[in-house]
């Protein structure tokens, strides 16, 4: 079964600042990798799919890359609504299995 | 806009079943580009998928818990069901509904409900 490891574990910056986030799997996954944001009291929202694709309404500010195991999720100028819990997600195709990251915490510094 | 709303006990005690329900509204349920999936979060912790319906019936669930699954649809009603049997505190999670684009590579979700919480305890 492929992991999903997330770093940091916590991220503090200050808004306008860039903030990278890192999500790394023990096996290579193409490119079958999304990210969430979740804030508190509310459902994770769909940001980035197949590693590079903005889900429908998400800001520029917002991107995706990698391909493998190492991939990147980079907000280039943190607004105050950023400040949450992102998570990545995989899918393995056989047995079906989606499998999340543990999520990384950006908050204010 | 598509919406999905989870309904169920807030309550349950261990070795029993617990059922929740979710239902869409905003978009037909018999999309033919999407399965509909549940997925829970205990407190303060990661996210784990439960299981996919689709409208047709075609079921996929997490190995880890299959043998104590069972997700259902019904189209007239426009709501897909989770049963989950011999509950623990373990079980005990914010569950979510959510929409599930199976067919994109990455199979990402979407579209989710607010969430519901289930406490197991005597």
């Known amino acids: 079964e492929i992991v999903l490891t997330q770093s940091p574990a916590t991220l503090s910056s200050s808004p306008g600042e860039r903030a990278t986030l890192s999500c790394r799997a023990s096996q290579s996954v193409s490119t079958f990798l999304a990210w969430y944001q979740q804030k508190p009291g509310q459902a994770p929202r769909l940001l980035i799919y197949d590693a590079s694709t903005r889900a429908t309404g998400i800001p520029a500010r917002f991107s995706g890359s990698g391909s493998g195991t190492d991939f990147t999720l980079t907000i280039s100028s943190l607004e105050p609504e950023d400040f949450a819990v992102y998570f990545c997600q995989y899918r393995c195709n056989w047995p079906p299995l989606f499998t999340f990251g543990p999520g990384t915490t950006v908050d204010i510094k | ?122």
């Open chain 2, 1 to 122: 806009q598509l919406q999905l709303q989870e309904s169920g006990p807030g309550l349950v005690r261990p070795s029993e079943t617990v059922s929740l329900t979710c239902t869409v509204s905003g978009a037909s349920i018999k999309s033919y580009n999407y399965y509909w999936a549940w997925i829970r979060q205990p407190p303060g912790k990661g996210l784990e998928w439960i299981g996919t319906v689709y409208f047709g019936g075609t079921t996929n669930y997490n190995l880890s818990l299959r043998s104590r699954v069972t997700i259902s649809v019904n189209t007239s009603t426009s709501q897909f069901s989770l049963r989950l049997s011999s509950v623990t505190a373990a079980d005990t999670a914010i569950y979510y509904c959510a929409r599930h684009a199976w067919l994109i590579t990455t199979g990402p979700f979407d579209y989710w409900g607010h969430g519901a919480l289930v406490t197991v305890s005597s």
